[in-house]
């Protein structure tokens, strides 16, 4: 009997060895198919998905509103804090949209009009004062005549015109199409809101039914702090941004550099990216500055926006997003670049949360094994 069971273990073993193995070779010949339906799916969730993007956006500022209106001494109010937080969140989130959209995108859009339209004539212009210096000038050499050679190769109306930023803004956001999506996109984030408590307190009784305990409080603790550099990080470069873009803009518009409001708010939307993206929107705002008003402007704007950067780095961004992303400058580049290269703007974005919720399961996971053999934890 035991023999017999045996044998009925064994060919049911390489019975389902089997079935795997067609299963996995199934999926690899119709991989395209898989893809293709993932990808229709994603399509389909992508308004759920954004509208969870913008709830967790969003859910620190609606919690501390929500306490406010608690601590008003109303019976009504305190009542209905959480609605009247929601509501006053996406009231002051619709005023600032309209505000962006009545003073700031057409004055941004006009810029960028004009200086393509204008930019041949810019470069000309500079063309005409680069040969007009002396023959034994310093910046006369090959390098410099490199430069501008490839610059005037390049034909930038072909990347930038009315009909490719039209195209470009159809691609990105496909407006016209996804109207009905940004709206179950915006009732979704209000539903995940209003209901977040019992959202959440309904995933922490699934993972303790599912989990061990002590698993189940390592979960809690890795999700509560990766949450918090999460929304530090993101809310923090937000705010980073917004208020590098404003200051950039005011002191460049002091210094009378043309198109000050996009080059700030370039130069605020690039600062996101850590180290890497204000390189290249401070390059790109030189270049331009030096077309459209020359290279002493051009120099005054280098020191006015790298004193403002050092301000930044040193004193605004601290301050903004705190002490909770404690890793090392090389580990940021290290990430940086793995993230662009793999994931584009988004992977170097997000890479620094993601380095820093790395090197914190590490850490913790040396000191735990350290721990356990008695040795004292060499990381401090």
Not at 224 to 233: A, E, G, Q, V, Y
């Amino acid at each position: 009997m035991e023999g017999k069971k045996k044998t009925i273990t064994k060919w049911l073993y390489w019975f389902l060895f089997a079935v795997a193995v067609i299963v996995v070779y199934k999926t690899l010949d119709n991989f395209q198919d898989i893809g293709n339906w993932i990808k229709e799916l994603l399509d389909v969730l992508m308004p759920f998905l954004i509208g969870i993007l913008i709830a967790y956006l969003l859910y620190i500022p609606c919690r501390k509103i929500e306490n406010l209106y608690q601590k008003i001494k109303v019976k009504f109010i305190q009542k209905r804090a959480r609605g009247l937080s929601v509501f006053t969140v996406y009231t002051i989130l619709l005023v600032l949209i309209v505000i962006s959209f009545t003073f700031l995108i057409p004055v941004i859009s006009n810029s960028i009009i004009d200086l393509v339209n204008n930019f041949q004539g810019y470069y000309n212009d500079t063309i005409n004062g680069y040969a007009s210096l002396p023959d034994d000038s310093i910046l006369k050499n090959e390098a410099i005549l490199e430069i501008i050679n490839n610059i005037q190769n390049i034909d930038f109306k072909q990347y930038i015109n009315l009909e490719k930023i039209a195209d470009y803004a159809k691609g990105a956001i496909s407006f016209a199409t996804k109207i009905f999506d940004f709206f179950v996109a915006v009732i979704v984030s209000v539903y995940l809101l209003l209901q977040r408590r019992e959202i959440l307190e309904f995933f922490k009784r699934l993972a303790r039914a599912v989990l061990k305990e002590k698993s189940y409080k390592h979960l809690g603790k890795y999700f509560d702090r990766s949450n918090s550099i999460f929304f530090n990080f993101i809310a923090g470069q937000f705010i980073d941004g917004i208020v590098v873009g404003i200051l950039t803009s005011i002191g460049m518009s002091i210094l009378g550099v043309k198109y000050a409001v996009l080059l700030g708010f370039m130069i605020g939307l690039f600062n996101m990216i850590p180290y890497f993206g204000a390189i290249i929107a401070v390059t790109i705002a030189a270049l331009i500055t030096l077309l459209t008003g020359g290279l002493g402007q051009a120099i005054a704007m280098l020191i006015v926006v790298i004193i403002l950067q050092q301000i930044d780095a040193n004193i605004i961004n601290p301050k903004i997003i705190g002490t909770s992303l404690k890793i090392s400058p090389l580990l940021v580049i290290f990430g940086v670049t793995i993230g662009g290269a793999y994931f584009g703007v988004w992977g170097m974005f997000l890479a620094v949360p993601i380095a820093a919720i790395l090197k914190l399961i590490v850490t913790e996971y040396v000191e735990y094994k350290i721990r356990l053999k008695g040795g004292d934890s060499l990381l401090n």
